[in-house]
């Protein structure tokens, strides 16, 4: 069955950096494009960044310039490398992918910015 894990979240101070990682398996993983969400406490679960099987990717403007997607076919990963993190950046981080029709999700992983 599709499964997907991220690790990586901690505890960063504003202007840190972390790198987040999600595991992938089950499906075709170089067919099938990536997504990164959060949900920051209180709020709606928001898009956070793409990247497709193409290497396109497409960020959110809250993010663009600071976050970078990318993915590992070889190893069925991908991450999220944030770099000039803020307060608002706090949030529980979540991969997504569409298989066979169907929306999966991992668990999330953890990202509070605070000093």
């Known amino acids: 069955q599709v499964q997907l894990v991220e690790s990586g979240g901690d505890l960063a101070q504003p202007g840190g950096s972390l790198r987040l990682a999600c595991a992938a398996s089950?499906?075709?993983?170089?067919?099938?494009?990536m997504t990164w969400h959060r949900q920051a406490p209180g709020k709606a679960r928001e898009w956070v960044a793409i990247?497709?099987?193409?290497?396109?990717?497409v960020y959110a403007d809250s993010v663009k310039g600071r976050f970078t997607i990318s993915r590992d076919n070889a190893k069925n990963m991908v991450f999220l490398q944030m770099s000039n993190l803020k307060p608002d950046d706090t949030a529980i981080y979540y991969c997504?992918?569409?298989?066979?029709?169907?929306?999966?999700w991992g668990q999330g992983t953890q990202v509070t910015v605070m000093s």
């Open positions: 997504q992918t569409i298989s066979n029709g169907r929306n999966y």
């Open positions: 089950g499906f075709t993983f170089s067919n099938s494009p």
């Open positions: 990247i497709t099987n193409s290497d396109h990717q």
